[in-house]
């Protein structure tokens, strides 16, 4: 009788492995991969705001600092299948050529994420795997007939693409820990929040993260306010520490650099160059335009009032947001926490606790930021789960 591996979990890692297991074993029929939705991949669809970022390009050293909580855990899967072995992967084995753009970002040359989805569910079929759509695993004991199993659910973001957090429940049922998980690449909503800001995109600003006063992160780029709040890019970076902060009950404030480019020094003394006479004169409208953009000028009024000469340049570097709340993992775009990385051999993706259980992708408390990191924990992952868990198989 012919050993066979059970997958659960048809997103961007279940398909990975699937696709490494078919290969190596040989005959893809001995893969089964369970996915609840009708189609593989469903979350690969919204991922890069439609474009898909696969990866970054950056090396282990600076791709390293993006990844939380445990960075030397992911590095084996990382040297074993890296961002350049996934665009070679792409481009030769599935014939989706790819694009790197700023930020060393890669997508496919299409910038359609739909592409990706159907070239690595067109591969998984092609290698002949068992793919068993619209079907829930509850249970191990569901799989009970499997010699090696692959936990690949995901996490809990984005519940409308089937990522409800089962896979924790699976890890449980086999003894493992879960480190509690919360939403990461999500929305912060600041108190008494201007909506007169909605629409708006802050690009080349400074930010800071402060948590009880200490500021505890920085970065710099762009991010867009939105009914929800702030969100995307450096945003979205600092969210992971603003939503644990939150949840711990601290206080978390963000300020944000209006004029990064410039010291304090030079920007008052272009200020003062600029200034209609009187450090004390109240600033309009007509003043302001010489150093923001004519849509945040109201807004930015709005939260400094009563501004003057003397203030503004104290107030175009630091425009302070306090975050009172954040959008839950009906819109995160990452869970951070999972199934603890204690309990798993980073060598090869296997379970501590019991053989032939594996694990990859979202459901482990493994996450990056955004920028193609997260996506590539799940190629790794997935890559590496699915050779050793079809060596196991071999091995029996």
């Not at 600076?62 to 855990?73: A, D, G, K, T, V």
């Not at 084995?93 to 989805?117: C, K, N």
């Not at 990452?334 to 296997?350: H, N, R, Y």
Request: glycine share 10%.
């Amino acid at each position: 009788m012919k050993t066979r591996l059970g997958i659960v979990g048809g997103g961007p890692a279940g398909m990975m492995a699937a696709i490494q297991a078919a290969g190596i074993l040989g005959d893809g029929s001995r893969v089964v991969l369970f996915d609840k939705n009708e189609r593989l991949g469903r979350k690969i669809y919204l991922t890069g705001k439609g474009r898909c970022n696969l990866t970054n390009r950056r090396g282990w050293e600076e791709f390293s600092l993006h990844i939380h909580p445990n960075q030397r855990f992911l590095q084996q899967a990382f040297r074993a299948f890296s961002n350049e072995d996934l665009i070679r992967f792409f481009e030769e084995e599935l014939g989706i050529q790819t694009v790197t753009l700023q930020g060393q970002r890669v997508f496919p040359a299409s910038l359609v994420a739909g592409d990706v989805a159907r070239a690595l569910e067109s591969k998984v079929r092609e290698l002949g795997v068992d793919i068993r759509y619209k079907t829930r695993i509850g249970s191990l004991a569901d799989l009970a007939d499997f010699e090696a199993v692959i936990v690949a659910t995901g996490g809990r973001s984005y519940p409308v693409t089937g990522s409800t957090g089962d896979g924790y429940a699976l890890a449980a049922e086999a003894g493992h820990s879960i480190t509690p998980t919360f939403p990461s690449e999500t929305a912060l909503l600041p108190r008494a929040y201007d909506r007169g800001l909605c629409g708006l995109i802050l690009k080349n600003v400074g930010v800071q993260l402060y948590v009880d006063g200490t500021c505890v992160q920085t970065d710099e780029g762009e991010f867009s306010f939105t009914e929800d709040g702030l969100e995307s890019g450096a945003a979205y970076r600092l969210s992971r520490r603003a939503v644990w902060a939150l949840t711990n009950g601290q206080r978390v404030d963000i300020a944000v650099d209006l004029k990064p480019a410039l010291s304090n020094a030079q920007l008052e003394a272009r200020i003062a160059r600029e200034s209609p006479a009187g450090h004390h004169t109240r600033l309009d409208r007509t003043f302001l335009r010489s150093f923001l953009p004519e849509a945040l000028v109201a807004p930015f009024l709005r939260a400094n009032p009563g501004l003057t000469v003397d203030h503004l340049p104290a107030a175009l570097k630091a425009w302070v947001f306090r975050i009172e709340d954040y959008k839950g993992f009906d819109r995160a775009v990452v869970t951070a926490g999972g199934v603890s990385l204690k309990e798993i051999v980073p060598k090869t993706m296997a379970s501590r606790l019991r053989p032939g259980l594996y694990f990859c992708g979202e459901v482990l408390d493994l996450d990056g930021d955004t920028g193609g990191y997260n996506l590539q924990i799940a190629f790794s992952t997935g890559a590496l789960a699915g050779a050793n868990a079809a060596a196991y198989l071999l091995s029996l």
